[in-house]
């Protein structure tokens, strides 16, 4: 494959030789940082910069409202509603698409000698992954009981209950580690565990698509299908999130000297690139520009812009193919200073750092609050100066409506002759489910509630404040129907064990935040699972000026 992309990437340079040739502006690059982004965001999506261990237990943890493209990093963790989903896209092809009510926590996004290293904790809920893994990337899913690890094209949905977790295979093959053992799967088996059963895992064929398994069906083949269109315009084998987005909202024009540049529809000649979005800070990487259309993400971190004299404003998607390094940067822009004055010019394919910026002479695009100007201020006698970064004061930051921290979900297994599919389930309810008769039916006798977790029932709703109890297995009978006891949420739910996201088991290969060197670590006292934290980020870096504003 490599070899086929080599041949076209060559092909293509004979026929557009300045486009290829454009080396991409001086960065320096966070050695073991990716950032990869929110590509959908179906109702309310919520997510979290920073939090300890658990992201549903930290009190401190503090939750806003996720925007469409919002850059991701190594920390953070995004969580759904009842009625929301959400997409994730990887910078090297990958997908994660989140269920409604799901957690999931973004443990490890570094960088081995050029291999994307991806751990991710799924907390609670159902997600679905696409991935399509080069040679040296590690990617693996953590979900409660055992991790999956995903080393060829594969797709796979993981659920994570109350009383265990299931992974279903819909595409090629994964692993299935939990404590020594390592078991490997094929499209159409599944993997179950349900700890109120006992701890032997269950080796079946997956079960039935439901709805959600559609919609990602029809959202992965849509994004592929553009990506491989836009594909014609574009040399890109080691990046692709974002391409999809421009065969969809914009058309390419061939760019005389660039090869080809991108323009999104129905935008004029005045049109400024930076007129529709806002200004976001994180204590990592800095200022960044969140584009509010839905292709705002590829062309504001990614390539330069040329001001066309028949078309305005184009990207040119400088910098991809022939394997080079492609860094992130915070926006496509240079930042300008004259005297009090702070304004960004588009970046050209061609700057270089601390150089004056080739796009400076048409015009600069002065800055208030966090707002860019929508007309740009001719650069004519006055001296504009490249700076590093703005000013302190120079933006505000864009105003993230605040959220909550996300609430469990009482969601239960249910052991069918098709599989298992999660069902919540109302705390003080009686019903259980009979798999002889597929369907749910009353119980004369209720399990018993094993309660050992602090609540507040009296005078209101209650509050549960211990996601686990601890119950020994074996000690919930059945009631009198001869039905199986059903899980009753967080109050009678087995202790979940504490385990680590995997180490990246390709030979030569080692994750730089890895914690632990097993698999499984043993159960810990505290009941509920979680990993530790990885290690630190690098320290926080601020936009860059002259030709990037990449991080340090």
């Given amino acids: 494959m490599k070899h086929h992309l080599s041949i076209l990437s060559f092909a293509l340079s004979l026929i557009f030789p300045a486009f290829f040739w454009f080396a991409p502006p001086a960065s320096a690059d966070l050695s073991h940082a990716r950032i990869i982004r929110l590509s959908l965001v179906q109702g309310d999506v919520r997510f979290t910069k920073e939090f300890h261990k658990d992201a549903m237990e930290d009190p401190k943890a503090v939750w806003e409202i996720a925007p469409l493209n919002l850059p991701i990093r190594q920390g953070y963790a995004l969580a759904t509603d009842q009625n929301s989903r959400a997409e994730v896209e990887f910078e090297n092809g990958a997908m994660a698409f989140l269920s409604a009510n799901t957690v999931m926590e973004f443990y490890d996004l570094s960088l081995d000698e050029g291999a994307h290293i991806t751990r991710l904790i799924l907390r609670q809920g159902s997600a679905i992954f696409y991935v399509h893994p080069a040679k040296q990337d590690y990617f693996s899913v953590t979900g409660g009981d055992f991790s999956v690890e995903a080393n060829g094209r594969s797709r796979f949905r993981l659920d994570n209950y109350d009383d265990g977790s299931n992974v279903n295979v819909e595409l090629g093959r994964v692993n299935v580690l939990r404590e020594h053992d390592s ?24 079960t039935d698509s439901d709805d959600f398994d559609k919609w990602v069906s029809g959202r992965i083949d849509s994004v592929a299908t553009a990506t491989t269109y836009t594909g014609q315009y574009v040399n890109s084998p080691n990046y692709s999130a974002g391409f999809a987005d421009l065969y969809t909202y914009g058309s390419f024009y061939n760019i005389p000297g660039y090869g080809f540049g991108w323009q999104p529809y129905g935008i004029g000649m005045g049109w400024n690139p930076f ?27 990614y390539g330069g812009w040329i001001f066309s004299p028949v078309y305005g404003w184009c990207w040119i998607p400088s910098g991809f193919g022939f394997g080079r390094p492609l860094y992130y940067q915070s926006a496509t822009a240079v930042w300008v200073r004259s005297g009090s ?36 201020t001719p650069s004519t006698g006055e001296k504009w ?20 921290r996300p609430v469990p979900v009482s969601r239960t297994i249910l052991s069918t002759a098709s599989g298992t599919r999660p069902a919540p389930l109302s705390h003080g309810s009686s019903i259980v489910y009979d798999p002889a008769q ?26 549960v404040q211990n996601r686990t109890a601890t119950v020994v297995p ?11 006891p059903v899980p009753r949420g967080p109050a009678v739910a087995p202790a979940r064990p504490h385990i680590n996201p995997p180490m990246p088991s390709s030979p030569g290969m080692t994750s730089p935040h890895a914690s632990g060197g ?8 505290g009941g509920s699972h979680s990993a530790p934290a990885p290690a630190p980020m690098p320290a926080p870096a601020h936009s860059s000026g002259g030709g990037s504003s990449g991080h340090h």
């Fill in 438 to 463: 597929h369907r749910y039916v009353n119980s004369t006798t209720p399990p018993k509630v094993v309660n050992n977790s602090s609540e507040t029932q009296a005078g209101g709703p209650r509050t």
């Fill in 518 to 525: 097993a698999v499984w670590n043993g159960p810990s006292s």
């Fill in 385 to 404: 100066t490249v700076t590093k970064h703005p000013p302190h004061n120079a933006l505000t930051p864009a105003t993230l409506a605040s959220s909550v």
């Fill in 183 to 206: 078991r490997p799967l094929e499209k159409g088996q599944s993997y179950s565990l349900n700890l109120n059963e006992g701890s032997a895992p269950v080796i079946a064929r997956a």
């Fill in 275 to 301: 007129s529709f979005g806002s200004w976001y800070s994180d204590p990592f990487f800095g200022w960044n520009f969140i584009g509010s259309a839905p292709w705002g993400w590829l062309p504001y971190h």
């Fill in 474 to 484: 074996g000690t919930l009978k059945p009631p009198s129907t001869g039905l199986p």
């Fill in 341 to 376: 004055n702070t304004g960004l010019v588009p970046l050209h394919p061609g700057d270089s750092r601390g150089k004056t910026p080739l796009n400076l002479g048409h015009g600069v695009y002065p800055i208030t609050g966090n707002n860019v100007a929508v007309a740009a």
